[in-house]
């Protein structure tokens, strides 16, 4: 059986096309680098629940939380170096210039002959 249409979920997907170094105020580089994304597609996809835990740290608490995404379209570009939006939408306010952080990145794909899942692991701001 196909996936069922009422168990997906619209989210978006785009792949890493390489890394551009981020510049302070005065445009001096800072040493950092972010990642640069193609342009994000919607896709419609089987979600699962969060799962994760809390883990002590010396430093606080740790959190990092895991989704699998499961679909039938096989021939998706979607690997390892995959950003997903799910709980947020990939531009805020429609502004399509300014592509906002993606929530979650592509940990492992498990390819069978129907179907494809994706272990997803959330990103961590700051």
């Known amino acids: 059986m196909k996936g069922a249409e009422r168990d997906q979920t619209g989210l978006f997907f785009a792949r890493t096309v390489g890394k551009s170094e981020e510049h302070d105020a005065s445009g001096n580089p800072t040493g950092r680098f972010r990642p ?3 342009k994000p597609v ?4 089987n979600l699962s629940g969060k799962r994760g835990a809390v883990t002590p740290e010396d430093t606080g608490r740790r959190t990092r ?3 699998f995404a499961v679909t039938c379209e096989v021939d998706l570009p979607v690997d390892e170096h995959t950003a997903f939006w799910i709980d947020r939408q990939p531009f805020p306010e429609g502004d399509e210039e300014r592509l906002s952080p993606p929530d979650y990145t592509v940990d492992n794909v498990n390819r069978t002959k129907n179907s494809v899942t994706y272990t997803l692991l959330e990103v961590r701001e700051g």
């Not at 919607?42 to 996809?45: L, P, Q, V």
């Open 36 to 38: 640069v994304y193609e």
């Open 65 to 67: 939380a895991k989704r």
């Open 42 to 45: 919607f896709a419609r996809m």
